[in-house]
Nanobody
Framework: QVRLVESGGGLVQAGGSLRLSCAPS????????MRWYRQAPGKQRELVAG???????NYADSVKGRFTISRDNAKNTVYLQMNSLKPEDTAVYYC?????????WGQGTQVTVSS
């Protein structure tokens, strides 16, 4: 069964940067939307950023101007460049991808921002 694999999480000081990556473990045809979600302890999972196959992007208000989502369609890989990180960005970050048949999730990668 194909799944998404995230990498790039870790511990960083406030004001620092991290780059998350996400790629499928196998072949997935015709991925359209790819997204990053996050879930902090005691909170609901929230959408951080999304990108369509055409490159159209959207962001949560809390990350606009600090985070950038991008993708490599040839590799079915999505990235999240996170700059000017804040302690409130601390969460498990999940990758999501969908095609016409299925939706796929990653296992999550922890991002911790210290003050």
């Amino acid at each position: 069964q194909v799944r998404l694999v995230e990498s790039g999480g870790g511990l960083v000081q406030a004001g620092g940067s991290l780059r998350l990556s996400c790629a499928p473990s196998g072949s997935i045809d015709s991925i359209n939307a790819m997204r990053w979600y996050r879930q902090a302890p005691g909170k609901q999972r929230e959408l951080v950023a999304g990108i369509t196959s055409a490159g159209r992007t959207n962001y949560a208000d809390s990350v606009k101007g600090r985070f950038t989502i991008s993708r490599d369609n040839a590799k079915n890989t999505v990235y999240l460049q996170m700059n000017s990180l804040k302690p409130e960005d601390t969460a498990v970050y999940y990758c999501y991808a969908q095609n016409l048949q299925y939706a796929y999730w990653g296992q999550g990668t922890q991002v911790t921002v210290s003050s």
